[in-house]
């Protein structure tokens, strides 16, 4: 991933999970960190007496805030510091990555969510039908997992709708940056009709997941260490619960088909997974570079 990573910050929980997890990916990808805090674009409204002083006094706090989390990094990260005017906080991280040039926006779970789980609030629902940059979220909790617990693992879940091989080059930039192992990771989960064979329907979907995985792993380069599973169950969720997961890992999932190119669109099977993944997952536009 080298390169920059903007962390849509805000002063509560949300922003401090959202720090630990770009925090996290940056040491181990050797990254920039871009702290961003987007403030209003009324704040500059003439209709605000100049006298005042709202928005000095806003860019002021902003700055304090930064800073306090700043500090919290430590010296050992590259990092900026930024305050940043827009109509909505998701437009504001947006052209703040373009900006910077940045390879991925991270974004903390909307409060009240489950520990370990993220919940999308309107920003990050914003930002995962609009971005055309990777968006991670960042569950709930997710300030307490150690930065030295690094990046362990980088999960993968394909498919065979447009984005996957987007999502395949993703996935290995990420893998490689971070030094960490790819996982493959085909979901196939069986909603049966009445009636139908159990057995006959799980040979079914297992066939085909293989076919899947093998397709993939094909694309990777001989060089990276891979594996594949491919995950069952009665629904998504219940795959996903069915699956091992590290505390340092990452998921990358594609944008669903319905998004406009290089733009996201969070699909109904990336929805289900986010409700029950205990680890951050990363968004990845159809066409990403």
Known sequence: ???RIVVGYTADESG????AL???IATASEALLDLVMVLPSEARNSVVPADTGYER?????SRTWLAE????IGDD??????VRYAESF??????AAHEFGASLIVVGAARGGLLGRARIGSVANELLHSSDVPVALAPSGSREVPVSQ???RITAAVGTRPGADALLEASVRLARSTRAPLRLVSLVPIDLPAGLDEELAELTGTVHADEVLAAARRELPANLEATAVAATGTSIEDAVQGLDWHAGELVLVASNRLAAPHHLFLGSTAAKMLRELPVPMIVVPRTTH
Request: proline letters at 0%.
């Open 1 to 3: 991933m080298s390169g």
């Open 16 to 19: 401090a999970d959202a720090l």
């Open 22 to 24: 770009g925090t996290r």
């Open 57 to 61: 006094f806003l860019k002021e706090q």
């Open 69 to 72: 989390a700043s500090d919290t």
């Open 77 to 82: 990260i590259a990092q900026s510091l930024h």
């Open 90 to 95: 998701a437009e504001g991280l947006v052209a």
């Open 150 to 152: 690094g990046v362990t």
